[in-house]
């Protein structure tokens, strides 16, 4: 971690710095990953370390676009209830984490933030953050942005990937052998098996969707293509962040 990165992290300074940072900050940022199974191949801890990594992405490029951002640590438990059926999972309920959020943000904006910027990295959720949100907006007048990583990045995934390589498929397969290559089961990536494909009916639980865990292809990986994407999905973002701002 060069200096540059290790400035923009909340838990790495003390307090006094910290009073600072929340002074001189652009936005604040949560990044919200999850504990939850990944197929058989990837661990519980993969949306965390999509968040830990890809937001450390962000804040390092921040500069560039004449941006500064004090990044939070990862929020590493999210809404997960739909993958609860297999073991590993840990899910707060949607009301719980939806509280946390708007704690976090109070917490933030009584130290002097005036822009928070939730960057999540797991689909589940979504539905909670745009309440929470919502009510810091309305009821707390605080500023707040949201980036759900991966809806910069789609247009780019598709192309390469085609339109099924969502959990623990070709996408985050690729994004774990690019930063924690150690921790992918290689000798178990599989096609995944779907079971279902439901296109108006609510599925309960993952387990009516697919066998293993996951959805696409993740023999199909390619971490080498994933290094463009992520430089490309940055500067995409901080860019609608930058002229937001403005």
């Known amino acids: 971690m060069d200096s540059t990165e290790s400035q923009s ?34 661990p519980t801890s993969v949306d965390s370390i999509r968040a830990e990594n890809l937001t450390a992405e962000l804040a390092a490029a921040a500069p560039e676009h004449d941006l500064n951002l004090l990044v939070l640590p990862v929020l590493p438990y999210g809404y997960s ?10 899910s707060l309920g949607a009301d719980t984490y939806q509280e946390i959020i708007i704690d976090v943000g109070r917490s933030v904006q009584r130290h002097g933030a005036t822009r928070f910027l939730v960057a999540n ?42 339109t099924e390589w969502g959990h623990a498929g070709e996408y985050e397969t690729s994004v774990i052998e690019h930063y924690r290559p ?29 066998v293993e865990g996951g959805l696409g292809d993740p023999t199909q ?12 999905t940055t500067d995409r973002i901080l860019t609608h962040l930058r002229s937001e701002l403005e």
């Open 121 to 162: 990295f797991h689909g589940g959720n979504i539905e909670p953050h745009k309440l929470a949100l919502d009510r810091l907006q309305r009821d707390h007048e605080l500023d707040s942005y949201y980036a759900h990583w991966t809806d910069f990045a789609r247009d780019q995934l598709e192309a390469r990937f085609g």
């Open 9 to 42: 992290l909340l838990a790495e300074m003390t307090w006094q710095e910290a009073e600072t940072a929340f002074d001189e900050a652009d936005f604040v940022v949560l990044p919200c990953g999850a504990t939850e199974q990944h197929s058989t191949h990837l």
């Open 182 to 210: 150690d921790l992918v089961r290689g000798d178990r990536k599989t096609p995944q098996t779907k079971k279902n494909r439901y296109e108006v009916r609510q599925y309960a639980h993952f387990d009516d969707l697919t």
């Open 221 to 232: 990986s390619d971490p080498e293509f994933l290094e463009d994407v992520i430089e490309a």
């Open 81 to 90: 209830e739909h993958h609860i059926n297999y073991a590993g999972t840990i």
